[in-house]
């Protein structure tokens, strides 16, 4: 009885270090999702806020007894260039249009980094977003 007792001695030294390795990867897998979730927000926001700046660049255009605000390509460009210098973090700006004269959507896109497993992906992964905002006054 004995020698079979002493065959199973350290027998849970492997199991519990598999747990151990199993445990860290999933701690790795976590920090890295959560990350890209808190990256993707952050562009996210930034696109709203570009968005939401270039609806508030409309002009007033007067037709007759008619007043209508009117958003520009131009005018949704560069609201849009200013939010996105403004902020820090390497975002850019893909595009900015007004497609229908009272609506400004903007694409900005930025490139993640994951925060354990960066040797492996050295380029990053790219991320973009896209927001539209209306002008209030129609």
């Excluded at 260039?81 to 009272?102: K, N």
């Amino acid at each position: 009885m004995r020698a079979i007792a002493a065959d199973e001695d350290g027998s849970i030294l492997p199991l519990i270090l598999g747990y151990v390795v199993l445990a860290i990867a999933v701690v790795f897998a976590c920090v890295c999702a959560t990350d890209l979730y808190i990256a993707q927000k952050r562009l996210d926001s930034l696109a709203d806020a570009a968005a939401l700046a270039g609806s508030d660049g409309f002009t007033l255009v007067v037709e007759g007894e008619d007043v209508r605000a009117e958003i520009t390509g131009d005018g949704v460009l560069e609201q849009a260039e200013a939010v996105v210098a403004a902020m820090p973090g390497g975002a850019r700006l893909v595009s900015a249009d007004a497609p229908d004269g009272v609506t400004a959507r903007v694409t900005v896109a930025g490139t993640w980094h994951p925060p354990l497993f960066s040797p492996f992906v050295p380029d990053g992964v790219e991320l973009q977003a896209t927001a539209t905002s209306r002008t209030a006054l129609q």
